[in-house]
């Protein structure tokens, strides 16, 4: 079992950035790629990014959020983080982190093991 939090939500202005972090204990971490996903209200769960379980390894982004968010995993911390710049009020959402187990690490395709309770990011404009 692999419990997630979620933290560094929050509201911000339009042009802002905001760090996310998601704490993970229980299972060993570093097994599992990591990533992070949203939902807005009325629209459905989105992915944003995911990264592989190893330190340094391949991520992988939503196209329209190239550039903008940035996901980094620090294992000897058992945490991953979603670095969000250039912030635009249709990135305010539910930001989830989620987790499964294995190589493959493009999250957006597939069941996923785990999942936190998610922060709450709201930009406003």
């Known amino acids: 079992q692999v419990q997630l939090v979620e933290s560094g939500g929050g509201l911000v202005q339009a042009g802002g950035s905001l760090r996310l972090s998601c704490a993970a204990s229980g299972r060993t971490f570093r097994n599992y790629a990591m990533g992070w996903f949203r939902q807005a209200p009325g629209k459905e769960r989105e992915f944003v990014a995911s990264?592989?379980?190893?330190?340094?390894?391949?991520?992988y982004y939503a196209d329209s959020l190239k550039g903008r968010f940035t996901i980094s995993r620090d294992n000897a911390k058992n945490t991953v983080y979603l670095q969000m710049n250039s912030l635009k009020p249709e990135d305010t959402a539910v930001y989830y982190c989620?987790?499964?187990?294995?190589?493959?690490?493009?999250?957006?395709?597939?069941?996923?093991?785990?999942w936190g309770q998610g922060t709450q990011v709201t930009v406003s404009s």
């Open positions: 989620a987790a499964r187990g294995g190589s493959d690490y493009r999250l957006d395709v597939g069941p996923l093991d785990y």
């Open positions: 990264i592989s379980w190893w330190s340094g390894g391949s991520t």
